[in-house]
């Protein structure tokens, strides 16, 4: 047999020397042994007693000081500041409290409808205080929802009093498409188009456009910014749009003086027919959408200029460009057009659809633009006689105050990109895109693999931006490329390696100018964890946000906040 050690709680026990042994107890200390056994269990009960006597007591003292707990929060809070807060501070708070990425929601979740539900006095001064309902971001709903939120969404703008309205008007992506709950909500709105401030609305192909068109300049006095949208249906209904022909004279609203920003996304019909009132528009963007349709959105060259000449006081101007197939007019290069100056623009984004160059030249050789500060271009770059060029270059000779620049991948070389950046030394943010995929080169009859214009990869342009540190620094300053940027995005091109994006982070954290932040998103998985190594990087100021490919899709659900940033 094993011997066992002798518990600590054991060692005063007159038998103490028999444990740890083998020895086997005779019939004498056997009897011992019962009756100290006896005297154990008495004084066990006796301390098991005392333990539930004091459990009892502990219950009944928490159970007091929870009372008690509950008398001094009750006190407590008739002393508070909140209480005793005057009511214009009360309301300040809450204006803290709204959304800053966009018009608030309804939502019990999110303010103004969150501070109605915390006390009846919050409820009073937040209900009594229009302009935390002079805003309000509606997602159009499914039938069953439709007329629960229309009531809400009318009272809301009701709360509002007499202030500036400013409306943002989405379609849930679990709406039906055969329904026009887009022109219920739209009819409710607009009882309300006196204070029209700022208003984005979403059409649909079933929408009916009479709650628009019955209004009239002097309906909308104050409108300043109107922008117009077209939803498809089903799933990613916001990137499955159909342009939709719209009769703009019909939409004499839209001829109100006060009108300076105006937006048409994915809509189509006859541009010149809008009534806007061209000499004071600040902004302008006329855009087809993911999906283009020759037979309803149509904007040649020649009536985006037409346009622009129009609008003398443009500061922002965003335009989808397609060919005119019915008076294809060639570029001279001997005898260039008259230059359109517009020296208020800063901003410009340019979206061709049509894969010609010439139609983009036509549409660039006038233009003299010397504020501009931000340029976006989307379309073919490439001529197989301006092999080096693209086709906005010519903007680029007199400007020197442009600090960000958007390019989609397909059609541009190395030797244009860099050409590109040599003339923007101010250049500060550049955003390369994916694009739509068209080839020229094919088109053309031009191979890809040629040497000189062989097309660019998200690699080439990356690694044409790293600069050299292994070269003598002074060289290497002389040579780097944009070296003012400090901020990059890439989105979706392909191919961009982890590795090739490591090595310019790394490289541009030593120029003069370092980088701010960095924005990339894959279409594929994470090939190593770059972050783990760009711990120090990020603790001196850099952001670095990385985005992979994602499995799955989530079946769509009606949401108060559905299109809320996009709109923002």
Known sequence: MQSKRVPGATRESPFSSLFATNTAPSDAECDAIRQFLSTLRKEHALVTNEIARMQDAITNLTNKAERLQEAIDAHQALVSLARRLPEDVVREIFFSCLSVTGNPVMSWREAPILLT?????????????????????????????????????DMWLMRSGSLPLTITLAVSAACEATSDNVATMIDVVANFSARWKNVTLTLSPQTILSPLTNLSPSDVPILESITFAAAGSGWDWQNLVVPLAIPWRKLGFISTPSLRHASFASLGGNFLALTLPWPHLQSLSLTAGPVKSASSYEMPAALALLILEQCPRIASFTICLTSDKRDAVPVDKDNPPPALVLSHLTSL???????????????????????????????????????????????????????????????????????????????????????????????????????????????????LLTPDTRAASSSSLDTLAAPSLTQLQVMDCHPLADNVLFDFILARAEAEKPMKRVEVRFQREKEFDMMQYLGELVSRGLEV????????????VWSPWEGRDEMA
Request: hydrophobic share 45%; charged share 20%.
């Open 349 to 463: 984004a340019i979206d061709n659809r049509e894969y010609e160059y010439l139609h983009a030249l036509a549409f660039f050789r006038p233009l003299r633009v010397p504020a501009l500060k931000h340029f976006a271009y989307r379309g073919p770059k490439y001529n197989k006689d301006t092999a080096h060029n693209l086709p906005f270059i010519s903007l680029f000779g007199a400007i020197h105050m442009l600090e960000s620049l958007t390019l989609d991948l397909p059609g541009i070389t190395k030797t244009a990109f860099a050409r590109c950046v040599d003339l923007l030394p101010n250049l500060a943010c550049l955003r390369l895109e994916k694009g739509e995929g068209y080839d020229l080169w094919t088109a053309l009859g031009q191979p890809s693999t040629n040497r000189d214009n062989a097309p660019a990869s998200a690699n080439d342009l990356v690694k």
């Open 545 to 556: 946000e990385l985005r992979y490919a994602e499995v799955g899709r989530v079946v769509p």
């Open 117 to 153: 539900h915390v006390c009846a006095n919050w409820r009073r001064i937040a209900i009594a205080t229009p302009q935390l309902w002079s805003c309000l971001h509606v997602v159009v709903p499914n039938s069953a929802r439709l007329g629960r939120l229309s009531a809400a969404a």
